[in-house]
């Protein structure tokens, strides 16, 4: 059983910058991967990123491509996700998810089997 807990959210001015932090606690396996997604009032849920956690490959939502970046954290074993260049459009709550993820499989919400709670990003206008 995995635990997620995000961290970081906040509220931001459009083109500002915010870190988030997802720690994970339990068992994680070797063939898991750590996903980003996002969910505004009123829209769907919504995948932003994701990391391999054996390998460190990424993938991201061509929304984000070359505003967000994934990473692990080695000295805190947490996935971080960089959001600089915010837009109005990025405020949403965002989940930190855990899965076993093959292929392109990724960007599937039901691929992951464990969410976090959720932080609040807010981006002004």
């Known amino acids: 059983q995995v635990q997620l807990v995000e961290s970081g959210g906040g509220l931001v001015q459009a083109g500002g910058s915010l870190r988030l932090s997802c720690a994970p606690s339990?068992?994680?396996?070797?063939?898991?991967?750590m996903g980003w997604f996002r969910q505004a009032p009123g829209k769907e849920r919504e995948f932003v990123a994701c990391?391999?956690?054996?390998?460190?490959?990424?993938d991201y939502a061509d929304a984000v491509k070359g505003r967000f970046t994934i990473s692990r954290d080695n000295t805190k074993n947490t996935v971080e996700l960089q959001l600089n260049s915010l837009k109005p459009e990025d405020t949403a709550v965002y989940y930190c998810?855990?899965?076993?993820?093959?292929?392109?499989?990724?960007?599937?919400?039901?691929?992951?089997?464990?969410w976090g709670q959720g932080t609040q990003v807010t981006v002004s206008s």
């Open positions: 990391i391999m956690w054996s390998d460190g490959s990424t």
């Open positions: 339990g068992h994680i396996l070797s063939t898991y991967g």
């Open positions: 998810a855990a899965g076993v993820i093959t292929g392109y499989a990724y960007s599937l919400s039901r691929r992951y089997a464990y």
